[in-house]
């Protein structure tokens, strides 16, 4: 590039001087050479001041030696700058000699390029037809980027299936027509003022399978009843791919349609081995893939072999023979109708229509028996069910001897005596007529009912003509369509007893004894043994809570049952007679009473050293019925308070120590005696009085046996108290106090230990083991609590120990 020169500065006189600027583009880099000239000699410092792009100043000598003046190099610098960029270059001298500041300004651009190659494409919204191709703007080199081109090939090389589209932004647009499941690949370019940059790299892309079509040619072929093979042809495309085939099953007897397991999507086939006979079977095939599911294409029905039919009966009727049956497939089928005549071999006689479950043979021959199978036919495909056939039918025959059930048994003032039989035909014809007659065992004279016409197998017989006592023969004779009766049926025997009775002779309405023994007397008309017997315990609830039965005459029975005293029972016996019949039950109330021992009487003593009260007990022999008492309880109150229990289990005529009575004021005794029954006897209330005069006793240890005391004058204290709280309340002068239900009380006491009294040793040993404790003093005071705090003092001089405790009360019940 040529120097680009200021203007001349200066005198024209003199001489003048400029500063020029020699600009070059290599890339991106600016290289700019300062030059300055005169049109005179001149020598003397200068300075090149820079400004635009490049600054700064620089020092130089400006020497020219020539009278027509000359130019110079002053400095090279450069820069870097961006492509399509504008930019100034300025300079100017100062301290030329003549004062004249040359300067020059002039502009550059560094050159755009096309774009820079941009990234390969994203691919978004992508169906088995479509996807959206989105790229990125790359480096614009200078110039800005105002197009992009985007293409899709079915090559990696775009060199076949292309398809291009423009756009003025990077996110592209959708490509469709495309083939589903097949591979493609999507590029790029773009363009500036400068011109396209580069393909990007290609993306590839696999569009999504097409939703699969059904199957085509579907069949089903039974194999078994077990086992039925259905094929159909795949219509699978590269577009439309399978993954799996579903098989669908479809029964008669559910009526509903099942998923069977998936199978691949390759198979063209399927066997089902979860199928049985008597069914008609249906399957659908339907083709999947992550696209969707297609349609089904449903076979026809296919049949396992029917169930046979089942009651086959032929009877004959008139000059005819009709033959009836149930049928036993579970799906509509017809059925064939097979004839034997005697001994020949069966030919197929009638098919019958689906729903038709009987048929009539008309006319047959009256020389041969005649005989019928019938089985089950399926179509689609033809099968056959198993034959079953029917009794032999002979015409016009007597009928054989029926079969004669045994009478009922009983009494005949009470019961209904009936007889009934089976007919025994020969032609299959069905009962006419029949007539029953009868006798009493032993005789030979027989008494016939006159013949009865109908289909009637039971008669009933007035009761008149027997007795109890009696035993009857009877027997039955029945007319088919031939003239001439069946024999005599063999003889049923029915035998007539009266009822038992039974009276019950113990227990009485009391009863004194905690298990039971029941008597009862046994009747009957003719003298027939008790031959089984039954007897219920029931309680007042009317629940049976024990049972005794047995066979032959016994008329006693034993229960183990303890039953308690003052309660209410009820005994209930039935028994049965050697004919068989049992006696009306008979019920007998009563009420347990248990009979007292002897009323026992006690005595007292005080024991003054250890505050106990002894009590002697003394118990009667037993008189009479009475029981012997077991044992003794004892009960003792104080003044006017409740009886507590002191002792239970005594001894009979035995003693027994109160450790912790009331030792100011009254203690009452009694003693309640008890036998093994149990039933008890109380004594009369015997009372001891005790007044204390100075000993305080605290017991503790099991049953409050042991004690520890102290005497003389012990100074006593302490207080009660409950828990109190106060609020306060709106419209209220002062709080309101709210007290607890619970109260708190404990006595202090303060004592020394006399000769007479435990050792300072016995005491302490008391309050380390004692856990509750019975505190009682001369003052009435009689607390059950706990030690709280013991301490004592030795006073040498007067060689006496003096003892303190506190005793808190807790909540105790004796």
């Known amino acids: 590039m040529a120097i680009v020169w200021g203007g001349w500065a200066g005198s024209t006189t003199y001489r003048r001087e400029r500063v020029?600027?020699?600009?070059?583009?290599?890339?991106?880099?600016?290289?700019?050479?300062?030059?300055?000239?005169?049109?005179?000699?001149?020598?003397?410092?200068?300075?090149?001041?820079?400004?635009?792009?490049?600054?700064?100043?620089?020092?130089?000598?400006?020497?020219?030696?020539?009278?027509?003046?000359?130019?110079?190099?002053i400095a090279t610098n450069s820069f870097t700058g961006s492509r399509g960029s504008s930019y100034t270059i300025g300079a100017k001298i100062t301290g030329v000699w003549t004062g004249a500041v040359p300067s020059v300004s002039t502009t550059v651009t560094v050159p755009a390029l096309r774009p820079a190659k941009p990234n390969a494409p994203s691919i978004t919204n992508l169906t088995s037809s479509s996807c959206s191709v989105i790229g990125s703007a790359p480096a614009n080199n200078g110039s800005a980027i105002n197009l992009y081109e985007f293409q899709r090939s079915s090559n990696s090389t775009f060199t076949s299936g292309l398809a291009s589209m423009t756009t003025t932004s990077a996110s592209g647009g959708a490509f469709g027509g495309m083939t589903g499941n097949t591979d493609y690949w999507g590029r790029y370019r773009v363009r500036n003022g400068v011109g396209w940059s580069d393909w990007s790299n290609g993306t590839k892309l696999h569009t999504k399978p097409v939703a699969p079509s059904a199957p085509t040619n579907p069949s089903s072929n039974r194999v078994s009843d077990t086992s039925i093979t259905s094929k159909w042809t795949r219509t699978a495309s590269t577009a439309a791919p399978w993954d799996q085939v579903i098989p669908i099953r479809w029964d008669n007897v559910t009526d509903k349609w099942t998923n069977l397991n998936p199978l691949a999507g390759t198979a063209t086939s399927f066997t089902d081995t979860s199928v049985r006979a008597d069914r008609?079977?249906?399957?659908?095939?339907?083709?999947?893939?992550?696209?969707?599911?297609?349609?089904a294409t449903t076979a026809a029905i296919i049949n396992t072999t029917p169930g046979a039919p089942t009651s086959l009966k032929a009877v004959k009727v008139g000059d005819s023979i009709r033959t009836t049956f149930t049928p036993g497939a579970?799906?509509?089928?017809?059925?064939?109708?097979?004839?034997?005549?005697?001994?020949?071999?069966?030919?197929?006689?009638q098919t019958l229509a689906a729903g038709t479950n009987e048929y009539t043979h008309t006319n047959p021959s009256n020389l041969v028996t005649h005989t019928y199978q019938i089985r089950a036919k399926a179509p689609s495909p033809v099968l056959y069910s198993t034959s079953v056939t029917s009794n032999t039918v002979q015409l016009a025959a007597p009928p054989n001897p029926p079969t004669i059930e045994l009478t009922a048994v009983g009494d005949i003032t009470t019961t209904q005596i009936t007889t009934t039989w089976e007919p025994n035909p020969v032609d299959s014809s069905e009962q006419r007529q029949y007539q029953v007659r009868t006798r009493q065992q032993g005789t030979s004279t027989w008494a016939t009912e006159p013949i009865q016409t109908g289909?009637?197998?039971?008669?009933?017989?007035?009761?008149?003509?027997?007795?109890?006592?009696?035993?009857?023969?009877?027997?039955?004779?029945?007319?088919?369509?031939?003239?001439t009766p069946s024999p005599w049926s063999a003889t049923a025997t029915a035998r007539f007893s009266a009822t038992p009775a039974v009276t019950i002779t113990a227990p009485a309405t009391i009863y004194h004894a905690p298990t039971l023994t029941v008597e009862w007397e046994y009747y009957q008309a003719e003298n027939l043994p008790q031959a089984q017997w039954y007897v219920e315990l029931i309680n007042e609830n009317g629940s049976t809570v024990q049972t005794r039965q047995g066979t032959g005459p016994t008329t006693l029975a034993a229960f183990a049952f303890v039953m308690p005293d003052a309660t209410a029972w009820t005994i209930r016996?039935?028994?049965?007679?050697?004919?068989?019949?049992?006696?009306?039950?008979?019920?007998?109330?009563?009420?347990?009473?248990?009979?007292?021992?002897?009323?026992?009487?006690?005595?007292?003593?005080?024991?003054?050293?250890?505050g106990a009260v002894e009590i002697g007990v003394e118990n009667p022999e037993a008189v009479d019925q009475q029981p012997e008492a077991a044992y003794n309880q004892i009960l003792r109150a104080i003044n006017d308070g409740p009886w507590i229990e002191v002792a239970t289990e005594i001894a009979t005529n035995g003693t027994v120590i109160d450790p912790t009575p009331q030792?100011?004021?009254?203690?009452r005794y009694k003693a309640i005696a008890w036998s093994s029954l149990p039933s008890t006897a109380e004594s009369e209330v015997v009372e001891v009085t005790v007044s204390e005069p100075g000993w305080i006793y605290v017991n503790y240890g099991p049953a409050f046996a042991n004690f520890v005391r102290v005497y003389g004058s012990p100074s006593l204290g302490g207080g009660i108290s409950r828990p109190k709280t106060k609020r306060k309340y709106a419209g209220r002068k002062r709080a309101t106090a709210f007290l607890g239900e619970g109260a708190e009380r404990d006595i202090k006491v303060s004592a020394v230990l006399t000769p007479e009294a435990p050792s300072l040793f016995e005491w302490e040993q008391a309050v380390e083991e004692a856990t509750d404790i019975c505190y009682r003093d001369p003052k009435g005071r009689r607390i059950f609590?706990?030690?709280?705090?013991?301490?004592?003092?030795?006073?040498?001089?007067?060689?006496?120990?003096?003892?303190?405790?506190?005793?808190?009360?807790?909540?105790?019940?004796?």
Request: proline share 4%; glycine share 10%; aromatic share 12%.
């Open 663 to 667: 030792i100011a004021g009254v203690n």
């Open 20 to 73: 020029g600027v020699d600009i070059s583009v290599s890339g991106t880099k600016v290289t700019v050479a300062y030059y300055y000239q005169t049109d005179g000699a001149v020598s003397d410092g200068q300075t090149l001041v820079r400004s635009g792009a490049i600054t700064g100043s620089q020092n130089f000598t400006a020497k020219q030696t020539g009278t027509n003046g000359g130019s110079g190099l």
């Open 280 to 295: 008609q079977y249906r399957y659908r095939f339907q083709a999947k893939n992550s696209a969707g599911t297609s349609n």
């Open 573 to 610: 016996v039935v028994a049965r007679s050697g004919a068989g019949i049992w006696s009306l039950p008979v019920e007998q109330g009563f009420t347990v009473d248990y009979p007292a021992p002897q009323v026992p009487s006690i005595s007292l003593e005080y024991l003054s050293d250890s």
């Open 785 to 814: 609590g706990t030690f709280d705090g013991f301490s004592h003092q030795w006073q040498r001089a007067r060689g006496i120990c003096q003892i303190s405790f506190t005793v808190d009360e807790s909540d105790y019940r004796e």
């Open 330 to 349: 579970s799906y509509p089928v017809t059925h064939e109708v097979w004839h034997q005549a005697g001994t020949s071999t069966p030919v197929l006689l």
């Open 455 to 483: 289909e009637n197998t039971t008669y009933t017989w007035a009761p008149a003509i027997w007795a109890n006592g009696q035993t009857a023969e009877i027997e039955v004779r029945t007319w088919g369509v031939h003239t």
